[in-house]
């Protein structure tokens, strides 16, 4: 009854979420999985909102890769105006150097109307090398990306973005773990222009299929569009169900 009534109470307040724990090729046996959410969230009366969300992951698992899709998109209106409005798709694929290292190859394509994106696509790749500890695993990448954008009343443009990352996972014991991902994207040729992520997850599991997630993240661009501010900054509490 407890678990019941917990889950009612996340699925009527919180967000769809897909986690951010970094992958290892042969966590999972070779096979396709998946995990997801969708929320939604009408308020009338005092306050006059209506937002919704929908997440997903699939993936499939191989003996020496493993490969995975993200999908998020987000919509939400307030007093009958828009105010949230952006979908993101990101590709990646890991294939095994040998114990502690992986290829990277990943695609993105995305948009935020309220960043007045209206569209950006990037492919890129890298190396990821994994450091073991006695209370989980970390990790950093390197590499680099070539990434088109077009942003509303100033047109497109494209080049390359170096992509250097850091991130970790621990389990402090068998319902409970901690992600974090820092992100650090310069332009090659323009280094004052850069992007900055950082994302820092809780997961918390409450049956064998579902956990409760609650995730905060930072994003920093150093030269973001003309009125737009530079940095963003997100906290979600959200359920996660695999399948």
Not at 25 to 47: F, M
Not at 176 to 198: C, G, H, L, N, T
Not at 230 to 236: G, H, L, N, W
């Amino acid at each position: 009854m407890r678990r019941i009534l917990l889950f009612l109470i996340v699925f009527t307040y919180s967000y769809a979420i897909v986690s951010i724990e970094p992958k290892d090729i042969g966590e999972n046996e070779p096979g396709v999985s998946a995990e997801g959410g969708i929320s939604l969230e009408i308020n009338r009366g005092n306050t006059d909102t209506t937002s919704a969300s929908i997440s997903a992951r699939v993936q499939k698992d191989k003996i020496d890769s493993l490969i995975y899709a993200i999908v998020n998109y987000e919509y939400g209106e307030s007093k009958g105006e828009k105010n949230k409005d952006r979908a993101f798709l990101h590709i990646r694929k890991l294939i095994e150097i040998d114990n502690d290292n992986v290829w990277e190859i990943f695609g993105q394509i995305q948009r935020d109307d309220f960043k007045d994106q209206k569209f950006r696509a990037l492919l890129g790749g890298g190396e990821r090398y994994r450091f073991y500890n006695d209370n989980g695993k970390a990790y950093i990448g390197i590499g680099a990306f070539y990434e088109k954008e077009e942003i509303r009343d100033e047109g497109s443009d494209n080049y390359f973005r170096g992509n250097i990352y850091i991130s970790f996972k621990k389990r402090f014991n068998e319902n409970v773990k901690m992600a974090f991902i820092s992100y650090y994207q310069p332009r090659v040729d323009k280094f004052s222009d850069y992007e900055s992520i950082s994302s820092l997850e809780f997961s918390v599991k409450l049956t064998d299929k579902l956990s409760l997630l609650i995730l905060s993240k930072y994003s920093y661009d150093s030269k973001p569009p003309k009125n737009i501010k530079e940095y963003d900054f997100t906290q979600k509490m959200g359920i996660s169900y695999e399948f």
